[in-house]
């Protein structure tokens, strides 16, 4: 069985540590903010995510930019060269042009390296909901399974991959086209937070309204004792735009409620929160179907 290697991207929103923990490559995306472009490493070592949420508060438009071919191929070319494999698990196609970029780059070093095998694996998932599912391969390969199982363990359970999260500023989805100029302003005026799930396809979806922010927090629970599958044996990921103590909140919820051992809480990365906003709160667990 030859070694190989699992490689995702930054809008997966893996800590330093966890990345560690999986043995992991993670390839930056980029953001723009106050007109200079930004690789989003997971240690943020470019901007601390605090002030880059503090930039979005006070009005500092951000924006973003996928993966590259020749980003792709400069960090694959050593791990293949060194003999090993690669199974590339990519952020969302329905949310970004990456997935196709790894495309391309992955035919061209097939040609350059016909011996070594690359798998890709369009995860149609965002943030720490890719993070989880990342995580769940890495755990498969340390079991023993080779990369052809992992890969295919991936594709058929992607879709249990649930994504729930809320957002504090609707504005940030105005701008992005995910709710209509009238519905931001309507839902600013009487406190309505948005419950937003990504779908099978990967995209982001309003699936309901709440009335406050307590509300709004409690629903990403409410739907997670739902769907989710064995809650109970699960290791949860939380991801929150620079919000930790309402994290902390949905955690501790999370435990209470379903007896959850692990849960993983990060930070949203300005890849991701530039488009979701500060105080944007996610939820990710396994469950029957998103």
């Known amino acids: 069985m030859n070694e190989f290697v699992i490689v995702t991207d930054s809008a997966a929103d893996l800590s330093p540590e966890l990345i560690e923990e999986m043995e992991t490559v993670v390839i930056p995306l980029t953001y723009n903010i106050q007109g200079r472009d930004n690789p989003n490493y997971p240690d943020h070592r470019e901007m601390d995510p605090h002030t880059f949420y503090e930039l979005l508060r006070r009005g500092e438009p951000a924006t973003t930019a996928a993966i590259n071919v020749s980003a792709y191929t400069e960090t694959l070319t050593p791990i293949l060269e060194a003999g090993k494999d690669i199974l590339l698990m990519v952020f969302s196609s329905g949310l970004s042009t990456t997935y196709q970029s790894a495309l391309i780059a992955a ?97 982001l979806i309003n699936m309901s309204k709440v009335r406050g922010r307590a509300a709004a927090l409690s629903a990403l629970v409410d739907q997670m004792e739902n769907t989710a599958v064995e809650p109970a044996g699960q290791t949860v990921f939380i991801s929150h735009g620079d919000a930790p103590d309402d994290a902390r909140l949905v955690a501790e919820d999370v435990k209470a409620r379903f007896g959850v051992g692990r849960v993983v809480i990060n930070t949203i990365g300005p890849v991701i929160g530039a488009h979701s906003g500060p105080g944007t709160i996610a939820l990710f667990f396994l469950g029957t179907n998103r």
């Open 107 to 203: 035919e061209e070093l097939r040609e350059a390296f016909p011996q070594r095998v690359i798998r890709t694996v369009d995860t149609l998932c965002a943030s720490l909901g890719q993070g989880l599912l990342v995580w769940h391969a890495c755990r498969k390969r340390g079991e023993g399974l080779t990369l052809d199982e992992v890969c295919a363990w991936a594709e058929e359970n992607k879709l249990h991959l649930c994504h729930w999260f809320t957002v504090d500023d609707l504005n940030h989805l105005k701008r992005g086209g995910r709710v209509s100029a009238a519905t931001a302003l309507l839902g600013t005026m009487l406190s309505i937070k948005p419950v937003l799930h990504v779908d099978d396809e990967g995209h």
